[in-house]
């Protein structure tokens, strides 16, 4: 018996491919290490750097990210296929959202406010260690919030 | 420097695990809850001897694959899908908080399960294995 679908896919934007989940959350512990990390030893570059990493990922797709692209190259071929797949949408929203504090905490830097620079990369840091170990992310659930108003949906 | 350093990153490490455990419970008390819940419409049954109806959001990524399984195991029923972000007054009347979240109605339209996440519709349907 066919599937019927009440309210959804309503819009003609098609759907992106999905993606395997557990690619973003490998990008995302990689970010929370690194993070926490550069906080340690008062390494700041690692700061713009990682605006950077997550700018490619977010702005050019997966293939572009540093981490994503090491996942799907070295990771992921020495794991079992994945249970589910994703909407590529919701995580880039929250990559998008983690460039734009991380850039933040680097023009803090610049501007001679590390505690600035450093709380903001802190949490980016948070949430994304949380995104990483528990899978609550909290980009991707502002993505909700923002899909609703613009009405975009997906598979 | 460092130790301040080391006691804030040993704090934030123990908030997400907190962040974890609580989210891990809350999703329990999700599953355990057991509302009142009204009669599944007739627009969604529509006729069918057993409905299994799928609350989704946008961002659900265990919802295709809850649908495949519901489909797969009890081919004689009818699978509905309702994304709750747009049908908010019926995820409001069924108590909808959580992404997957699965509803079997029979025939007269009464609830007679209710599975929260994907791990809870493969425990159904492992234990009680759907009868014709």
Known sequence: ?155 | MFVTRAVIVVVILLAVALAGRLYRAWRTRLQDERPAHPLIPASLRAGAHRTWVIFTSPYCATCGPVEARLRASDPAARVVKVDATRETQLADAFSIRSAPTVLLADSDGYVTARLVGAGAVDDHLRQAPVQG
């Not at chain 1, 690692?46 to 572009?64: E, H, Q, T």
């Not at chain 1, 996942?71 to 992921?76: E, L, Q």
């Not at chain 1, 709380?119 to 948070?126: D, K, Q, R, S, W």
């Open chain 1, 1 to 155: 018996m066919p599937t019927d679908l009440v309210g959804f896919m309503m819009d003609a934007m098609p759907t992106p491919a999905p993606i395997d989940p557990r690619g973003p959350r490998f990008n995302q512990a990689v970010l929370a290490v690194a993070l926490l990390t550069g906080f340690l030893a008062d390494w700041r570059p690692v700061v713009p750097l990682f605006a950077l990493v997550l700018l490619a990922g977010a702005a050019f797709g997966p293939r572009y990210g540093p981490f994503l692209a090491l996942y799907a190259k070295v990771v992921r071929p020495r794991l079992g296929p994945p249970a589910e797949l994703e909407d590529p949408r919701p995580p880039r929203f929250a990559s998008a959202l983690g460039v734009v504090v991380l850039t933040a905490g680097a023009l803090a830097f610049a501007a001679g406010h590390p505690g600035i620079g450093w709380g903001l990369a802190l949490v980016v840091a948070t949430l994304a260690g949380l995104s990483a170990t528990t899978g609550i992310c909290v980009g991707c659930e502002l993505y909700l919030v923002v899909a609703r108003r613009r009405k975009v949906v997906a598979g």
